[in-house]
């Protein structure tokens, strides 16, 4: 079949569409149009591309993961090298630096050299060649000079355009940047290998790296990547601007995504204020950096100061502290949380990582420690990035000593010396000691006391694990019948902050059910399903009466859940704590239950919201979709029915296509309720 023009224009219109929309989601961070539209756009050129093979084109943005897994990477020889930076460790070598560039440069003034300053963001080089503004390939760095044809994994980012926007970019074009995984992928990624019992990865960069070294791009487009260009390679065919950081903007405005936090500062004072404002933000930018770079932004000036070796003369990287030393394990201890998990920790020789001494680092679970084969006298590196608490990343085999020992699980909680568990299938072990054992208490307590609950301000963890060493504080309603005269004869405390903290208590006493709930620490229930559960019954007598199917009616709550906390209030002992915290005068405001029509229009399906709506709250929506006898859900799994999306839905809704779950909008999800 012929396709007529019309055709032709209407699947080159939405190509076009749909560019300027990725141009606004991923370069700009600002989308105009809901994410159910631009699918709806997406879905509409696929039909068309199904229908008409001839209309497909390699450029067409439908076209990411096409590609059939590769045997072997073929080589790319870069045709300028890709450099590396000379870095600066201190203030000192950064001053030494910028005056060998004043010198050069003969310049007298600071105020006469500008400097472009960039994070350097922690991730994997690449080079991407548009010809025509079309991405024909895409490369890693390798030695600088051959790197690996990487191009079927590198139109699977979405962040990389397959097409430049506008009209003004050169006719070959080749792109440099950093390809990274932002942070919350990376854990998000880690926790669940660790769960499935799979490798972790060792740090953002490794996976980034890692994950562009795929021989199917299926694999690499699971992967949460992105990336930013920081440079352009061979230019021909067009005309650049005069300075670094114009050309920069300039890849921007062709739909090439760049780091916002680019400024152009004057000399070095201007490049120090940049490193500390940059430092000050480091651990809540949503990626990788692990320091800054300055380049001298004057092209002309670049060109003056030529390069040594590998690196040019006219650009440094200058390092913050470093998340990653090497340290030796001293020893393995079992720790005891809340719920009983028994966590392995490592004693360290204490090193200064991140910023601060660290000397214990989380060992995660035990399965983590056999397949990283931590063991004790061995030489490992130490992770602290940002505030995620340090972890042992890996072993250096080649430094393990002749005496090392291999770390087991103990058969009992080294607390309460109850037996330790595993369930099948998990990878925590538990200690089956419950509040009988002190490390429990002590974790329930803590939470208990904790801001989030029921936040008895000056009851801080010393304090609680003080008062339960000698054995003041069993249960949660212990705390409710302490008195001033015996706190202020414990360590460190006066009459004073005695007299505080009874007052702070007897504040706690008035809270809500939706903390009560979560104070009690049930598993499985963090705040916002207590809140759910709260809402949902209204009354604490009706949270106990709740069976397991009553409980599951509440939006969030799945088998898992209904059965802890049926299981919770099962026991005997719980109830007990509970009856006297209500008699030492703990009180919430209580309410009706929510009426569910369970015979209602959406009678059986189960709803997942995300992202911003046109007219409507999550909440409005939900309770329209409760009040027609629906569920809501807070995550997307096979037994969602529809995913209600609205503009910068993220994640909920990659995983819904993913699962094939019908989405629509607030629009159609209006229409289903007035059927
Ligand atoms: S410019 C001639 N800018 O650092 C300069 N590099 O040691 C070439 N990197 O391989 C690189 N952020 O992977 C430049 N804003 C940035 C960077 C950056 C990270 C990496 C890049 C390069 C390495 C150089």
């Given at each position: 079949m012929s396709v007529s023009i019309a055709i032709r224009k209407k699947a080159e219109s939405l190509r076009e569409q749909i560019r300027h929309h990725n141009y606004r989601y991923?370069?700009?961070?600002?989308?105009?149009?809901?994410d159910a539209e631009y699918d709806r756009l997406m879905r509409e050129l696929l039909a068309l591309e199904a229908e008409y093979?001839?209309?497909?084109?390699?450029?067409?943005?439908?076209?990411?993961?096409?590609d059939a897994p590769i045997s072997a990477f073929g080589t790319v020889q870069h045709e300028l090298p890709m450099l590396s930076l000379a870095n600066a460790f201190s203030e000192d070598e950064l001053r030494e630096f910028h005056r060998r560039v004043m010198e050069r440069l003969e310049?007298?003034?600071?105020?006469?050299l500008s400097y472009a300053a960039e994070p350097k963001l922690d991730g994997a080089a690449v080079s991407l060649l548009y010809e025509d503004g079309v991405l024909v390939r895409g490369a890693t760095r390798g030695d600088g000079s051959t790197g690996e044809d990487i191009t079927h994994n590198i139109r699977?980012?979405?962040?990389?355009?397959?097409k430049l926007i506008g009209?003004?970019?050169?006719?070959r074009l080749e792109v440099r940047g950093e390809v990274f995984m932002p942070k919350a992928g990376f854990e998000a990624y880690n926790a669940r290998a660790r769960a499935a019992g799979e490798k972790t990865f060792v740090n953002p960069r490794n996976a980034a790296a890692g994950s562009l070294r795929q021989l199917d791009p299926k694999l690499t487009a699971e992967r949460p990547l992105d990336m930013y260009a920081y440079s352009v390679g061979k230019v021909e065919g067009g005309q650049l601007p005069a300075r670094h950081s114009e050309i920069v903007d300039r890849l921007r405005d062709w739909g090439i995504k760049v780091c916002p936090e680019r400024r152009v500062v004057l000399g070095v004072e201007g490049c120090l204020a940049f490193y500390k404002s940059i430092g000050e933000r480091r651990n809540a930018l949503s990626y990788e950096i692990d320091g800054v770079v300055y380049k001298v932004d004057s092209l002309q000036m670049q060109r003056e100061l030529g390069f040594v070796s590998r690196a040019p003369r006219w650009a440094i990287a200058h390092k913050f502290p470093a998340q990653e030393e090497l340290t030796v394990v001293e020893d393995v201890e079992f720790q005891v949380g809340r719920t009983g998990a028994v966590t392995p920790v490592a004693r360290l020789t204490p090193v200064f990582v991140g910023g601060v001494t660290v000397s214990n680092a989380t060992l995660h679970n035990i399965d983590e420690l056999h397949r990283k084969d931590v063991r004790i006298g061995d030489t490992v590196i130490v992770r602290r990035a940002g505030d995620v608490i340090p972890e042992v990343?890996?072993?250096i085999l080649d430094r393990r000593p002749k005496g090392s020992r291999r770390v087991q699980l103990p058969k009992?909680?080294?607390?309460?010396n109850s037996h330790i568990e595993r369930e099948d299938g998990e990878t925590v072990a538990r200690c089956t000691?419950?509040?009988?054992c002190a490390a429990q208490r002590t974790e329930a307590l803590k939470h208990f006391v904790s801001r989030r609950a029921?936040?008895?301000?000056?009851?801080?963890a010393k304090l609680v694990e003080q008062l339960v060493a000698i054995g003041?504080?069993?249960?949660?309603?212990d705390i409710f019948q302490l008195n001033a005269t015996e706190l202020s004869?414990?360590?460190?405390?006066?009459t004073k902050s005695a007299d505080n903290l009874i007052a702070s208590i007897n504040k706690s006493k008035s809270t809500t059910l939706a903390r009560f709930l979560f104070a009690l620490?049930?598993?499985?229930?963090g705040e916002a399903t207590a809140a759910s559960v709260a809402s949902h019954f209204g009354r604490l007598a009706n949270v106990i009466a709740a069976t397991e199917e009553d409980l599951q009616r509440?939006?969030?709550?799945?088998p898992v859940v209904a059965a802890r906390v049926r299981a919770f209030f099962a026991e005997e002992h719980n109830l007990e704590v509970i009856a006297r915290m209500q008699e030492y005068g703990v009180v919430w405001q209580e309410s009706d239950p929510k009426v569910v029509?369970?015979?209602?229009?959406?009678?059986g399906k189960t709803f997942v919201i995300t992202g911003t709506l046109p007219t409507m709250t999550r909440d409005a929506a939900k309770d329209l979709i409760q009040a027609a006898g629906g569920k809501v859900a807070g995550s997307v799994s096979?037994?969602?029915?529809y995913l209600v999306a609205g503009e910068k839905a993220g994640s909920k809704l990659a995983k819904a296509e993913k699962l094939n779950v019908d989405i629509i909008d607030e629009a159609d999800l209006l229409k289903l309720v007035s059927r």
């Open positions: 991923h370069v700009l961070d600002d989308p105009e149009i809901p093979d001839e209309l497909v084109t390699h450029d067409s943005p439908t076209q990411r993961v096409g310049l007298e003034g600071d105020a006469e699977t980012i979405e962040a990389i355009p397959l009209k003004s970019y050169p006719a990343v890996s072993v009992t909680c080294p607390v309460c000691g419950g509040l009988f029921l936040d008895i301000e000056g009851l801080g003041r504080l069993k249960t949660p309603a004869e414990l360590d460190r405390m006066g620490g049930i598993r499985e229930v509440v939006p969030d709550v799945g029509a369970e015979d209602g229009i959406l009678g096979s037994k969602t029915d």
